[in-house]
C-alpha cells in the first residue's frame, strides 16, 4: 500500500461541476501540500496546509491531521482547470523530510 | 522575484554518457530539491541540499549525485546513462524545505537512446 493514496485517479467533469479530490495518507505529517500540473510538465504550489481549511479563489483545501485525510475541492469547474493534481506529504517533522507524492488525479474538464 | 530556472530545458544522450543538470533557485531560497518524474512511477525524490549540505537522500543508485553551490545554485549528476533514466527532472527551492512552499522549475526533459 502506497504512503499516499489518492482518489479518484481519473476525473472528467462537465464545466461549472463541483470538483472533489481526496488524498490519504498513512504516515504522519505535520503538513500536506497540494501540487497541480499542466500539460507540459510545470508544477505549481496551491496549498500547504497543516490543519482547517485554505482557499484561494475556487480552490478549497481541507485537511483532517486525525483522520490522516485532506480534500481539494474545486468550485464552478472550467476547462482551465484540466490538469493533474498531485498531494505530497513530507516524511518527517522537520524542514529535513523529503516530500512523498501521490500518484495524482489526472482531471478534464468539458465546456 | 525571478522564478526558479532549470537548464537545459530538453537534452537527448546516448546510453553510457553522463549528464549534468543545473537549477537556480529563487533569491534567498537555501533549500533546493530535485525529482524525477517518469510515466509509471510518478514524482519520485532524488534528493535535497541546504546550504551546500545533502540533507536527505531518496532511493536512487549511486549514478545520481548533486551538489549546491555557495549562492544555492544546485546541480545534479547522473553518470553512466540508463534507458530507465529517461524522465523529466525537476528540482524546486523553498526557504527552508519541506514544511514550505515549494516553488518548481519547469524541468529537464532527459531521453537516453
Known amino acids: 500500500k502506497n504512503e499516499v493514496e489518492q482518489s479518484p485517479q481519473n476525473l472528467t467533469a462537465q464545466e461549472g461541476e463541483f470538483i472533489t479530490i481526496n488524498c490519504s495518507y498513512s504516515?504522519?505529517?505535520?503538513?500536506l501540500h497540494w501540487l497541480q500540473q499542466h500539460p507540459g510538465g510545470g508544477i505549481v504550489s496551491l496549498f500547504m496546509?497543516?490543519?482547517g481549511k485554505k482557499k484561494h479563489g475556487r480552490l478549497i483545501a481541507t485537511i483532517n491531521i486525525q483522520e490522516k485525510h485532506s480534500s481539494l475541492h474545486i468550485t464552478a469547474s472550467h476547462p482551465r482547470d484540466s490538469a493533474v493534481y498531485i498531494c505530497?506529504?513530507?516524511?518527517?517533522?522537520?524542514?529535513?523530510?523529503?516530500?512523498?507524492f501521490g500518484q495524482g488525479t489526472e482531471l478534464s474538464v468539458k465546456p | 522575484k525571478a522564478g526558479v530556472t532549470q537548464t537545459p530545458r530538453y537534452l537527448i544522450k546516448t546510453r553510457g554518457q553522463q549528464v549534468t543538470l543545473s537549477c537556480s533557485p529563487i533569491?534567498?531560497?537555501?533549500?533546493v530539491s530535485w525529482y524525477q518524474q517518469t510515466p509509471g512511477q510518478g514524482l519520485q525524490f532524488l534528493f535535497e541540499?541546504?546550504?551546500?549540505?545533502?540533507?536527505n537522500k531518496g532511493n536512487f543508485p549511486g549514478r545520481f549525485s548533486g551538489r549546491q553551490f555557495s549562492n544555492s545554485r544546485s546541480e545534479m549528476n547522473v553518470s553512466t546513462l540508463e534507458l530507465g533514466d529517461s524522465a523529466l527532472y525537476l528540482c524546486?527551492?523553498?526557504?527552508?524545505?519541506?514544511?514550505?512552499?515549494?516553488?518548481f522549475g519547469p524541468g529537464t526533459r532527459l531521453l537516453v537512446l
Open positions: 541540499y541546504f546550504s551546500e549540505t545533502q540533507r
Open positions: 504516515v504522519g505529517i505535520s503538513a
Open positions: 524546486a527551492s523553498s526557504l527552508g524545505g519541506s514544511l514550505e512552499t515549494q516553488y
Open positions: 496546509l497543516s490543519s
Open positions: 505530497a506529504v513530507p516524511s518527517a517533522y522537520n524542514q529535513g523530510g523529503k516530500l512523498i
Open positions: 533569491s534567498g531560497h537555501r533549500s
